[in-house]
């Protein structure tokens, strides 16, 4: 009988993979190097069943050797600050107090003349707007009494030492009277109608222009301010644009600041121009209703005086009569 051979065990198997697997590298690195001496390959064991749990790894020919793994590299940005011209051009307070003082000289006296012109606007208003009120309810006084009173006379007590138009009014056609008074008795009342009514209108367009005083200082300044901020502006671009060649850069944060404190000179401007034009029609229209009030007790006093002269004529005709 012959010799039955013994199959290899699953532990036995595995060692003779590995053996192979380690003397198969020797001989590749035995190669590469040179003046090796050739490597003395083993004899390889007999080819036996694979178990199935067992892994082969895969046949590398030879002088082959193991790619590399390649991972992903990861790119870090890399921070870029500010430039340099932006960090020196660009204010760090953009308020609008912050955009004067940083404006130039030019646009700094445009700034504080419109500024200036504005406060005078508002003391303007203050003023003419107590004086008019005042000056339309005397007036109303003086005409209410004109109107009441029947004769010049009376009206001249009912209105007293009063030193409105109305009562200047009814003083100056007491003093025409008593001027023409001589002439009455040779000449018709036509021609002391006529002084009394050129008094009064003379008197009358008196009052009206120191009512209107301080009102063309409002038309000046809503005509010119937009101007004048303009003014300011242009010249503030202007440095600008020079402040931007010198830089070498056209960023909008270092074009920016320069032209909105040009800006800012319009916008005064028209803060200033705005309120000054709105006020003087509001004064336009009061001042002219305060004239017709005072044309309203120039018509009662010229009343008074034909009143007057009708008297003065019909009472020696009723004593001729009686006698």
């Given at each position: 009988?012959?010799?039955?051979?013994?199959?290899?065990?699953?532990?036995?198997?595995?060692?003779?993979?590995?053996?192979?697997?380690?003397?198969?590298?020797?001989?590749?690195?035995?190669?590469?190097?040179?003046?090796?001496?050739?490597?003395?390959?083993?004899?390889?064991?007999?080819?036996?069943?694979?178990?199935?749990?067992?892994?082969?790894?895969?046949?590398?020919?030879?002088?082959?050797?193991?790619?590399?793994?390649?991972?992903?590299?990861?790119?870090?940005?890399?921070?870029?600050?500010?430039?340099?011209?932006?960090?020196?051009?660009?204010?760090?307070?953009?308020?609008?107090?912050g955009?004067?003082?940083?404006?130039?000289?030019?646009?700094?006296?445009?700034?504080?003349?419109?500024?200036?012109?504005?406060?005078?606007?508002?003391?303007i208003?203050?003023?003419?707007?107590?004086?008019?009120?005042?000056?339309?309810?005397?007036?109303?006084?003086?005409?209410?009494?004109?109107?009441?009173?029947?004769?010049?006379?009376?009206?001249?007590?009912?209105?007293?030492?009063?030193?409105?138009?109305?009562?200047?009014?009814?003083?100056?056609?007491?003093?025409?009277?008593?001027?023409?008074?001589?002439?009455?008795?040779?000449?018709?009342?036509?021609g002391?109608?006529?002084?009394?009514?050129?008094?009064l209108?003379?008197?009358?367009?008196?009052?009206?222009?120191?009512?209107?005083?301080?009102?063309?200082?409002?038309?000046?300044?809503?005509?010119?301010?937009?101007?004048?901020?303009?003014?300011?502006?242009?010249?503030?671009?202007?440095?600008?644009?020079?402040?931007?060649?010198?830089?070498?850069?056209?960023?909008?944060?270092?074009?920016?600041?320069?032209?909105?404190?040009?800006?800012?000179?319009?916008?005064?401007g028209?803060?200033?121009?705005?309120?000054?034009?709105?006020i003087?029609?509001?004064?336009a229209?009061?001042?002219?209703?305060?004239?017709?009030?005072?044309?309203?007790?120039?018509?009662?006093?010229?009343?008074?005086?034909?009143?007057?002269?009708?008297?003065?004529?019909?009472?020696?005709?009723?004593?001729?009569?009686?006698?």
């Open positions: 009988m012959g010799i039955r051979e013994k199959p290899l065990s699953r532990h036995g198997l595995i060692a003779a993979l590995l053996a192979s697997v380690v003397l198969s590298a020797g001989g590749t690195a035995a190669q590469e190097q040179p003046g090796a001496a050739p490597a003395i390959a083993a004899p390889a064991p007999a080819p036996a069943e694979a178990a199935p749990d067992a892994v082969v790894p895969p046949a590398m020919q030879p002088g082959e050797t193991t790619p590399a793994e390649i991972t992903p590299t990861e790119t870090t940005p890399i921070e870029t600050g500010p430039s340099t011209a932006t960090s020196l051009t660009l204010p760090h307070d953009l308020s609008p107090w955009m004067f003082m940083a404006a130039d000289i030019v646009v700094k006296a445009v700034m504080i003349g419109l500024a200036f012109a504005s406060f005078v606007t508002w003391t208003w203050l003023a003419k707007s107590l004086e008019i009120l005042g000056g339309k309810l005397r007036a109303r006084r003086a005409a209410q009494a004109i109107g009441n009173a029947a004769t010049l006379n009376q009206a001249g007590r009912a209105l007293g030492h009063n030193s409105g138009p109305g009562a200047l009014l009814v003083r100056a056609a007491e003093e025409e009277t008593a001027l023409s008074a001589g002439s009455l008795d040779h000449v018709s009342g036509d002391l109608k006529e002084r009394v009514t050129s008094r209108s003379r008197i009358e367009a008196a009052a009206a222009r120191r009512m209107s005083r301080g009102t063309g200082v409002l038309a000046t300044i809503g005509s010119t301010a937009p101007f004048v901020g303009l003014f300011g502006t242009v010249w503030g671009i202007m440095n600008a644009f020079i402040g931007i060649s010198q830089a070498q850069t056209t960023n909008l944060a270092v074009v920016a600041p320069g032209i909105a404190e040009a800006l800012l000179a319009t916008a005064m028209l803060v200033a121009a705005i309120p000054a034009v709105v003087y029609n509001v004064f229209r009061s001042i002219a209703g305060y004239r017709q009030i005072l044309a309203d007790a120039s018509a009662g006093v010229e009343r008074l005086v034909s009143r007057d002269l009708d008297f003065r004529t019909v009472a020696p005709a009723k004593q001729m009569a009686a006698e």
